[in-house]
T-cell receptor, first 113, second 115 residues
Framework: EAQVTQNPRYLITVTGKKLTVTCSQN?????MSWYRQDPGLGLRQIYY???????DKGDVPEGYKVSRKEKRNFPLILESPSPNQTSLYFC????????????FGNGTRLTVT | AQSVTQLDSQVPVFEEAPVELRCNYS??????LFWYVQYPNQGLQLLLK??????LVESINGFEAEFNKSQTSFHLRKPSVHISDTAEYFC?????????????FGTGTRLTVIP
């Protein structure tokens, strides 16, 4: 089954403790992206990647890092999480960076205390 | 720069009644327009898209949207809603220079269908 898999689904952590949210897709997609969803703000793009070893900032990249060492994986790294990063995070992928539709994971709900 | 405005944060509607979810965008260049749907505890799914050609686009589950360039709108409509349509709906825009995947999303409209 074609899918985007995020782990974990739920994560509670404390301020300053480094964490990684994994994202993997099995569709051989070139394009991958991370979004955060907050009430009243919709989805905002954090980082995106057009292909392996190519990443770029989205609208809200501060406090986040990503890497794209291989096509299927696009982990989101929070080196020193803060409470304002409490949010619902979505990973998405698409065949190319053109007009192909985005496929979303089921989300990771992160709480930073 | 692009932006998307969804005028209604919540829309309650009775089952089998018609519904319109409003979306307006601003962009200085030609755009691609999308509606995504998010069911509870799930990620977003593409509902329909406008890339070019006919300004009226339809989804497989009875929704349609019309691209109106003069009014910069892309409202979503369904003539008769079902309980299963209860979800959050997001309008999104991208311009034809950066490509459809770098989307700007609206803040979402929560559609609640009342039995």
């Amino acid at each position: 089954e074609a899918q985007v898999t995020q782990n974990p689904r739920y994560l509670i952590t404390v301020t300053g403790k480094k964490l990684t949210v994994t994202c993997s897709q099995n569709m051989n997609h070139e394009y991958m992206s991370w979004y955060r969803q907050d009430p009243g703000l919709g989805l905002r793009q954090i980082y995106y990647s057009m292909n392996v070893e190519v990443t770029d900032k989205g609208d809200v990249p501060e406090g986040y890092k990503v890497s794209r060492k291989e096509k299927r994986n696009f982990p989101l790294i929070l080196e020193s999480p803060s409470p304002n990063q409490t949010s619902l995070y979505f990973c998405a992928s698409a065949r190319t960076g053109g007009v192909s539709p985005l496929h979303f994971g089921n989300g990771t709900r992160l709480t930073v205390t | 720069a692009q932006s998307v405005t969804q005028l209604d944060s919540q829309v309650p509607v009775f089952e089998e009644a018609p519904v319109e979810l409003r979306c307006n965008y601003s962009s200085s260049v030609s755009v691609y327009l999308f509606w995504y749907v998010q069911y509870p505890n799930q990620g977003l799914q593409l509902l329909l898209k406008y890339l070019s050609g006919s300004t009226l686009v339809e989804s497989i589950n009875g929704f349609e949207a019309e691209f109106n360039k003069s009014q910069t709108s892309f409202h979503l409509r369904k003539p008769s809603v079902h309980i299963s349509d209860t979800a959050e709906y997001f309008c999104a825009v991208s311009d034809q220079w950066t490509g459809a995947n770098n989307l700007f999303f609206g803040t979402g409209t929560r559609l609640t269908v009342i039995p």
